[in-house]
């Protein structure tokens, strides 16, 4: 009483009057409807432990298949198959992910543990969660019903259409209204073709500074082809207005070269990733006395400068930006290192690069002595011995396999050696208390913690961790893939 493609695998009774079960999980029966083309694991497991068949879904005759959207391996061989070559599979396959990557979820709040937001442009974290016991078949099942409404709602038509422009607001029509506008060139940097862009767009730049430092004033601008919330930016102007202009381009090569840095570290999946921002130049090219400003995007927040050209290291001694700083010297091969990192968080701007062989980056490039200087003062911490970064300058070749280094939980003690202390870069009353509160959480005593133990503990620390984060630091930091989080791997994180 169950549909002959899946040789009785789907152990769920038919509907009435209908040929196929209530899961509706053959992927023959019902082609590429959306991601109801797979079985779901609900029944892949019913199967295995062959049980009596049963009348009823634990997850409900209208809920999404537990694996929407992921085809098994264990697939019965089959004459009814579309294309007979696996294309019409991999074509149901590809519409499922396509429908799961556009669209969120929200769990609603439980008493079993936190209130989660997942972004279903990561629906994978779903499964994930799901095969490693952190969401049951039910709730799994309850969030992909959920994703499959929200995919529905999608597609509604627009409630009110405008009958003219003048119904449609933007602060742009203030500036605009007020003649407080100017045309200008915008030259922007794209360090994967190495050429320069030139662009026109519009902006309105504010007449007094809003900051100053030693070299330059600061101005708040605001880019009136932006979309507001996107639209506030940063430019400077060198107080010098005799500066070589070259300086400004030369500033901005850098930062994008930065960025390319950040992303390739951002490949190796680091606790906490970096960014720098985007730099371009604007040129006001209709004033009477054409200015460049150089410039970028403008964030809120405490700005911390963590180092500088010539060995400073800041009171803060975060790892993150040390080790982000190390790696480019291990990823560049010794040709060059990235210094004075600074900005909001893990926001960097206006960095400052050495080469070995003084050559480029401007009058800030120290050349190997700057080299020399950055690791006369930098410590590796956890995040370099991650990252397999090697101590010793003059040996950059081999590397040290991540997680190489690590200890056991059961070798995380209540009284660390300033060897710990110097492992984790904290002080011992910061690791006591990180212990304690993850000691609190951990009520089995096990020493590994899950998802909900994970945000109790955040939430007790007084520190917001977004849910993708969660599912982040499981994918980073679980070296052994049980789904569990160890004191040692929770302080290299926390560390970063």
Not at 89 to 108: E, M
Not at 127 to 137: C, F, N, W
Not at 451 to 462: D, N
Request: proline share 5%.
């Amino acid at each position: 009483d169950t549909c002959h493609h899946l040789d009785g695998k789907c152990l769920v009774a038919k509907k009435k009057g209908s040929q196929y079960c209530q899961h509706h999980c053959c992927p023959w029966c019902f082609g590429d409807k959306s991601s109801q083309a797979a079985m779901c694991t609900n029944c892949a497991a019913k199967n295995k432990q062959s049980p009596p068949p049963s009348t009823g879904s634990p997850l409900g005759v209208n809920a999404m298949p537990a694996d929407a959207g992921v085809f098994t391996s264990d697939r019965p061989s089959s004459d009814h198959r579309p294309g007979g070559n696996g294309v019409g599979l991999n074509k149901f396959r590809d519409a499922a992910r396509r429908v799961s990557q556009q669209h969120r979820v929200q769990r609603q709040p439980s008493a079993s543990g936190p209130s989660l937001k997942i972004s279903a442009e990561d629906a994978g974290n779903l499964q994930l969660m799901l095969d490693k016991g952190l969401l049951t078949p039910d709730q799994y099942g309850e969030e992909m019903r959920k994703l499959r409404n929200i995919t529905s709602a999608m597609f509604e038509r627009p409630a009110y259409t405008p009958k003219s422009s003048a119904e449609i607001s933007g602060s742009c029509t203030s500036f605009v209204n007020r003649g407080d506008f100017e045309l200008a060139y915008k030259y922007s940097f794209d360090y994967t073709s190495k050429k320069w862009d030139k662009a026109v767009i519009v902006v309105s730049i504010e007449k007094v500074p809003f900051a100053e430092g030693n070299l330059r004033r600061a101005y708040k601008m605001r880019d009136l082809t932006k979309t507001d919330g996107n639209d506030l930016f940063v430019a400077k102007m060198s107080k010098d207005k005799y500066e070589d202009i070259g300086t400004y381009f030369l500033d901005a090569e850098m930062q994008s070269m930065c960025q390319s840095f950040a992303a390739e570290y951002n490949r190796r999946k680091p606790p906490k990733p970096v960014e720098f921002l985007e730099a371009f130049l604007c040129e006001c090219f209709q004033r009477p006395e054409p200015i460049i400003f150089a410039c970028e995007p403008y964030i809120e927040g405490r700005y911390v400068k963590y180092s500088n050209n010539w060995g400073f290291v800041s009171s803060d001694d975060r790892n993150t930006p040390h080790a982000f700083s190390h790696f480019t010297h291990y990823v560049s091969g010794g040709k060059y290192i990235v210094v004075d990192v600074q900005g909001v968080g893990d926001k960097y701007t206006d960095p400052q690069m050495h080469s070995f062989d003084g050559k480029g980056f401007g009058k800030g490039n120290c050349g190997a002595d700057g080299i020399a200087k950055f690791f006369a003062t930098h410590k590796c911490n956890v995040l370099c011995k991650m990252l397999g970064l090697t101590e010793n300058v003059q040996c950059m070749t081999g590397t040290m396999a991540p997680g190489a280094f690590r200890k056991s939980a059961a070798a995380v003690s209540d009284k660390p050696s300033s060897a710990d202390l110097s492992f984790y870069g904290i002080t011992e009353e910061t690791y006591a208390e990180l212990v304690r509160k993850f000691r609190a959480v951990n009520k089995d005593g096990s020493g590994e913690i899950g998802l909900q133990e994970l945000g109790e503990l955040c939430r007790s620390l007084k520190v917001r961790v977004s849910p993708k984060h969660y599912v982040r630091l499981l994918q980073t930091a679980d070296t052994d893939g049980n789904g569990k989080i160890s004191l040692e791997e929770f302080l290299m994180w926390w560390t970063g």
